[in-house]
């Protein structure tokens, strides 16, 4: 079957019949073209979708203390919540199998000013792990550190428009800015993609702020993230079980909606996740639209193939030729257009792409790509379709009597 | 060589059964040369065509070479026809899209003989037809009695026991179809059996032998003195 001189007779015949061959390989050419194209930019239209929801880190909780609304263990209703430093090390204590890392958030508003320049900025208090919950990336310096904590030094890490406000070209390494009346040394730039809102906000160590207003331990609101490896489920619970944890441990009722309030990333994360998802189901749809498109018009292409070759069929039977034969020298043929032209079309498929590269950014397709392996699958599931669609109509034309075989007009 | 007893063959029309051969009781000797006459319509090409093998007979015996014809699936049919016969059909039916040497050629191909055999083997055919200075050229680009001649080259290079020609003549002129018969008689010279279907009297008249259908049956099967179509050229 696969003899040299099946292939010469096999090669004449695509050389001979160049509107046949370059119809046939044209079909798989363009079929695997468009599919590749699309869910490239699918995939790069999931990417930018990422790109926007995705910024904050998708394990965090944010922990606001509130008003109560029932009076409960004999404090009358409308009771301040505050969160103390001893609020963090509790749930440091009692929830290490779910706790990655947790961090206070100090915010205050203040003038702050280097030399003449001055202007009002927010300047929030943290604990280091801070940088990890917002994905804040340092330019230059470094971030608060432990030592930093304990020792409630006078630093400040400045956002990258604070440094552009107040220092122009100067490099603020090092030098002294005044936060309400009080100076502190530059020791880290940071830039962030939440915006330039968060590129307008100074971090210091929160003990410092603590510190400042008369050695309180009062912390406002706590940010923590837990492990990722217990998943949207163990979030849930972990959530749960904190909020019966907060209540017991600051006398809420339990049916209290108003003291405490959780923000569960996970859980927005959980509804980004689905819309992402749908995402995928579209371009997944669109490309098997493609792919099944692409299988009918190989095998249309194949029936008028085999149509057009009938009378041949007929001449070659009557020379001698087996059924066996004629359907090995249809499926050789169209098995070798089609394994040729598919990885043609899969190449220029992924050329396409990478030529697009991020030039579409503006219409919120950022850097489209496909994977090879679904790529190559795909060109594996036309070769083989092709050859299917081709083998049904071989067989029955092997089959026809040569007599009637060789009226055909 | 060939013996044919009590061949029954009819078609299915839509509703209607017409019956084509209506009991056929026909033999033919190694190294003749025989007519098959008739109108249209007596049946003549359908029994070529069944002694062919390109088509069935719905009930009877056919011997070819010793050889029973029984049980006829389209491989073995394939296999029968590349050992023992060579056809002649009246539109040629050359594959266009190869040489006068490779349409020549392509029975060997079915009898797997090596390419180097082939081309040596169909260029003494065509050189025995007279065309082996257009065995590179392509069927559209020779005149109807070339074509007719390389589809004989083509028929005689399997090297079959028997010819059969379906109105080998039936698209030439005269002048052209006497031509074709001086080659089919000097093929017959050379001790090849041959079948000739035709309709004209003339053409019948350069076998040795003429049977006669009409409506199915055999009316009239006698040995004539051949005429030589060489006077004629």
Redesign the interface.
């Known amino acids: 079957m696969f003899s040299s001189?099946n292939w010469?007779?096999i090669f004449?015949?695509i050389k001979?019949?160049k509107l046949r061959t370059f119809l046939s390989g044209f079909t798989v050419s363009l079929g695997l073209l468009i599919f590749i194209t699309l869910l490239g930019l699918g995939n790069g239209l999931k990417n930018s979708f990422n790109q926007f929801f995705m910024d904050d880190a998708t394990n965090s909780f944010y922990i606001f203390p509130g008003q109560t609304s029932i009076p409960y263990g004999g404090y009358s209703v409308n009771r301040t919540i505050e969160f103390k430093n001893d609020d963090i090390s509790d749930i440091q204590r009692n929830f290490p199998e779910y706790l990655e890392y947790i961090t206070p958030k100090m915010h205050r508003n203040g003038t702050i000013s280097y030399k003449n320049e001055s202007n009002s900025y927010t300047y929030i208090g943290v604990a280091p792990s801070h940088q990890i919950a917002e994905k804040t990336i340092l330019m230059k310096g470094r971030f608060i550190n432990e030592l930093d904590i304990k020792n409630k030094t006078k630093y400040a890490v400045i956002g990258r428009l604070v440094e552009d406000d107040l220092f122009g070209n100067e490099n603020s390494l090092e030098k002294y800015i005044v936060i309400n009346y009080t100076a502190f040394r530059v020791i880290g730039v940071f830039q962030d993609e939440g915006g330039d809102n968060q590129e307008r906000s100074i971090f210091i160590p929160y003990s410092t702020i603590q510190l400042q207003e008369k050695n309180t331990d009062k912390v406002n609101h706590i940010v923590l993230a837990f492990k990722p490896e217990i998943g949207y489920e163990g979030a849930m619970i972990f959530e749960e079980k904190l909020t019966t944890f907060f209540k017991e441990k600051h006398s809420i009722s339990p049916d209290d909606e108003n003291a405490i309030y959780i923000r569960n990333v996970a859980d927005d994360m959980n509804e980004n996740q689905q819309l992402s998802g749908v995402l995928t189901l579209i371009v997944s749809f669109v490309g098997i639209g493609t792919l099944i498109a692409g299988v009918i018009g190989i095998s249309n292409i194949m029936v008028f193939v085999v149509k057009e070759r009938t009378?041949?069929i007929?001449?070659?039977?009557?020379?001698?030729?087996?059924?066996?034969?004629i359907i090995t020298m249809i499926l050789q043929e169209s098995i070798f257009i089609t394994v040729i032209a598919g990885y043609f079309g899969l190449f220029m498929g992924i050329f396409i792409l990478q030529a697009i590269g991020n030039k579409l950014e503006y219409y919120f397709i950022l850097d489209p790509y496909i994977d090879m392996g679904t790529a190559i699958t795909a060109t594996i599931i036309l070769i083989t379709f092709g050859a299917f669609a081709g083998y049904l109509p071989a067989k029955r034309a092997?089959?026809i009597?040569?007599?009637v075989a060789?009226n055909d007009k | 060589m060939i013996e044919i007893k009590n061949l029954h063959k009819s078609y299915k029309i839509g509703k209607n059964e017409l019956h084509v051969l209506k009991g056929i009781n026909f033999s033919v000797e190694s190294g003749e040369m025989v007519a098959i006459m008739g109108s249209s319509g007596s049946g003549k090409s359908t029994l070529l065509?069944i002694i062919?093998m390109?088509?069935?007979l719905d009930s009877g015996t056919y011997t070819l070479d010793g050889v029973p014809i029984v049980e006829l699936n389209?491989?073995k049919a394939?296999?029968y026809?590349?050992?023992f016969l060579g056809?002649i059909?009246q539109s040629f039916?050359?594959?266009s899209?190869?040489t006068a040497l490779?349409n020549v050629a392509?029975?060997l191909?079915?009898?797997k003989i090596?390419?180097k055999e082939r081309e040596s083997k169909s260029m003494h055919y065509l050189e025995k037809v007279g065309l082996s200075n257009w065995a590179a050229h392509l069927p559209n680009e020779l005149s109807g009695g070339q074509k007719q001649r390389v589809a004989i080259a083509?028929a005689l290079a399997?090297e079959p026991k028997v010819l059969l020609a379906d109105e080998p003549t039936g698209a030439l002129d005269s002048k052209t179809s006497y031509e074709v018969m001086q080659l089919l008689q000097q093929i017959n010279d050379e001790g090849k059996t041959i079948l000739v279907v035709t309709h004209e009297e003339d053409i019948a008249k350069m076998c040795k032998r003429i049977v006669n259908l009409k409506d199915g049956v055999i009316i009239n099967d006698e040995k004539i003195n051949q005429k030589r179509a060489i006077d004629y050229v």
């Open positions: 001189d010469q007779e004449q015949t001979k019949n009378k041949e007929g001449i070659r039977k009557a020379l001698g030729a087996t059924p066996f034969s092997a089959q009597r040569p007599i060789l | 065509n062919g390109l088509d069935i389209e491989t394939a296999k026809r590349n050992r056809f059909f039916n050359l594959i899209y190869k490779e392509l029975p191909y079915y009898q090596s390419r083509r399997a």
